[in-house]
C-alpha cells in the first residue's frame, strides 16, 4: 500500500509488472483519478496523508495518519478500516507507529505523545517530526526538523497493557535539518540494548 496526497492506494505487483512499457529503467504512471489494471483504491482521509506505517509483528497491520486529524488501522485485505481514531480533536496527526512488547506482542493500547513547546505558541512552528519504532529495545526516536533535534523517548510497557508508560526522554542537538533518519538496536547479556541512530542530513 502507498499513500499519495488524501489517498491510500493498493499495488498488486505481479499484476502491475506484467503491465506493457513497464521496466526497471522506465517508470509506469498512471492519474489517482484513472488507475491501472493492478492499482486498487483503498480509501482515502480528509486531508493529506502525512503517515503510511506497517506493524512489524503483524505485517497484514498498518496505520495512517492525515493533516484532516484522523488515524485509521488497516487490515491488508479488508476494504474498510478496523479502528478509526480521533486523537487530538482533529488537529493535524503528523505521525502515527506501531510499537511492539518485545515479550508481550499480546498486550494491545494505545498512547498519544503530545509535545509542547514554551519558545512557540503553535505547535506547528516547533515541531515537525518523523518517528522511528524500535520496538526490541522500546524506543522511539523522533526526529525535530524545525529544531534540528532527535528525541529518544523510552517506553516502559509494564505488567500489562494499561500500565505502558514514557518513563523518560531524552533531547540530542544536531548541526544540520534531518531529511531521514533510521535506527537499529542490538540485545546485550542481560537485557540492555544499544542503540544506534542514522540520520541522513539535507
Known sequence: ??????RILKFDTMKVGKLEGFSAEESLSCSVDKLIDGVQFVDKHDGEIT???MCQWLTTRLTSASLGGMVKIWEDRKALPLAVLRPHDGHP???????TAPHRPDHICNRTL????SAESKVEDAFFNQVV???RAGWFLLANAKKNAIYAIHIDYGPYPAATRVDYITEFTVT?????????????????HTVQVHCLWT
Open 133 to 135: 519504532a524500535l520496538s
Open 93 to 99: 496527526v503528523n505521525s502515527a507507529a506501531f510499537l
Open 114 to 117: 503530545e509535545l509542547r513547546s
Open 176 to 192: 544540520m535539518p534531518i531529511l531521514s533518519l533510521t535506527g537499529t538496536s542490538d540485545s546485550l547479556p542481560g537485557g540492555e
Open 51 to 53: 503517515e503510511l506505517s
Open 1 to 6: 500500500m502507498v499513500a499519495i496526497g488524501n
